[in-house]
T-cell receptor, first 114, second 113 residues
């Protein structure tokens, strides 16, 4: 295991639902990331938190709302999603937010929006 | 505009053969080039990485070759094994704080027994 856990592993939700994805890292890292992984697209960085402050927000629609209550936990709150939001959502952490820092990924949450 | 171009999209290799995956980048400011490996049901994991001050780095059966003038780097998997079947991602970044990784599209490798 990588030391990064994600729950749930699978999620099916309707377009009007509200749900949350949870990520927890047990590595003592200071940076945490949300990525979206879709077929035939590069990994899309959505949000980065460094020392619990959001430092990167890559033009993500407001229907995705991140929350980082402490350096070990990261949430992604979802509401009124669209079918094109169906994807694998990956959480990662690293010692600090920096390009040359190894990122440790969780197994992802497979999200299906119906 | 895709800053890191990866090829091929998929690759089939016989056991014992050499797998080669190529990446090209555009931003000459990039100075860190990792390869990540992802198995089904898992997140990506760092496999090997290189900086532009060396032309080659080897770790076991995995080798990165780097060509700074051509702005290209490649992953070679020697003596490929069925257990190497996975998706491989190249990436690039500027080192330093607050720098994000720019990812390639990925290569799905299948090693036939």
């Amino acid at each position: 295991e990588t030391g990064v856990t994600q729950t749930p592993r699978h999620l099916v939700m309707g377009m009007t639902n509200k749900k949350s994805l949870k990520c927890e890292q047990h590595l003592g890292h200071n940076a945490m990331y949300w990525y979206k992984q879709s077929a035939k697209k590069p990994l899309e960085l959505m949000f980065v938190y460094s020392l619990e402050e959001r430092v990167e927000n890559n033009s993500v629609p407001s229907r995705f709302s991140p929350e980082c209550p402490n350096s070990s936990h990261l949430f992604l709150h979802l509401h009124t999603l669209q079918p094109e939001d169906s994807a694998l959502y990956l959480c990662a952490s690293s010692q600090e937010f920096g390009g040359a820092r190894e990122q440790y990924f969780g197994p992802g949450t497979r999200l299906t929006v119906t | 505009q895709q800053q890191v171009k990866q090829s091929p999209q998929s690759l089939i290799v016989q056991k014992g053969g050499i797998s080669i995956i190529n990446c090209a980048y555009e931003n000459t400011a990039f100075d860190y080039f990792p390869w990540y490996q992802q198995f089904p049901g898992k997140g990506p994991a760092l496999l090997i990485a290189i900086r532009p001050d060396v032309s080659e780095k080897k770790e076991g059966r995995f080798t990165i070759s780097f060509n700074k003038s051509a702005k290209q780097f490649s992953l070679h998997i020697m003596d490929s094994q069925p257990g190497d079947s996975a998706t491989y991602f190249c990436a690039a970044s500027r080192s330093g704080n607050n720098r994000k990784l720019i990812w390639g599209l990925g290569t799905s490798l299948a090693v036939n027994p």
